[in-house]
T-cell receptor
């Protein structure tokens, strides 16, 4: 079983829809990252969370440390949001353990 | 703002050849991480450096070595390349170990023929 599990693996949405991607992890962590990877391969860090909630534009990330669960929400989704969204956790050492990613496609 | 720079962006090598990948962290960042992402795979941690010393090691083959230099840039040296080494190699940097987000470079796509 992977230490970091994401759901769903694939997600399609119509422009304007509210989107939620979930991440569950089974290990103790010091922080959790939400990353975005576009088809060209580049990775962009969206959020780093250790507790609570963060918001940036149309993106919201929450984490529940007790339940070992985090969610990434996208409000008013747009085709340019189409990408792979990756949850990655940081354990006591600094390396990241990556989830399997959620492939999001938003159609106009 | 300056980002993490990786060079080259693309590299094609033959089996058994050697490759060197370079990573230039964001200015003032002193920690560098290397990740390998095979086709259709999750990124996997290879190795990290803090203040020029190796800080953690993951699933890095013995054929690979890496170091961080006095200007904090890092190089990943890969010898006796195999077809399975074909992957996207990411470098990430952070300000100091443990407390800052990691900023990723654009990656180097290595193809071994």
């Amino acid at each position: 079983k992977n230490e970091v599990e994401q759901s769903p693996q694939n997600l399609t949405a119509q422009e304007g829809e509210f989107i939620t991607i979930n991440c569950s992890y089974s290990v103790g962590i010091s922080a959790l990252h939400w990353l975005q990877q576009h088809p060209g391969g580049g990775i962009v860090s969206l959020f780093m969370l250790s507790s609570g909630k963060k918001k940036h534009g149309r993106l919201i990330a929450t984490i529940n440390i007790q339940e070992k669960h985090s969610s990434l929400h996208i409000t008013a989704s747009h085709p340019r949001d189409s990408a792979v969204y990756i949850c990655a956790v940081k354990k006591a050492t600094d390396k990241l353990i990556f989830g399997t990613g959620t492939r999001l496609q938003v159609f106009p | 703002a300056a980002g993490v720079i990786q060079s080259p962006r693309h590299l094609i090598k033959e089996k058994r050849e050697t490759a060197t990948l370079k990573c230039y962290p964001i200015p003032r960042h002193d920690t560098v991480y290397w990740y390998q992402q095979g086709p259709g795979q999750d990124p996997q941690f290879l190795i990290s450096f803090y203040e020029k010393m190796q800080s953690d090691k993951g699933s890095i083959p013995d054929r690979f070595s890496a170091q961080q230099f006095s200007d904090y840039h890092s190089e990943l040296n890969m010898s006796s390349l195999e077809l399975g080494d074909s992957a996207l190699y990411f470098c990430a940097s952070s300000l100091y170990s443990g407390t800052d987000t990691q900023y990723f470079g654009p990656g180097t796509r290595l193809t071994v023929l």
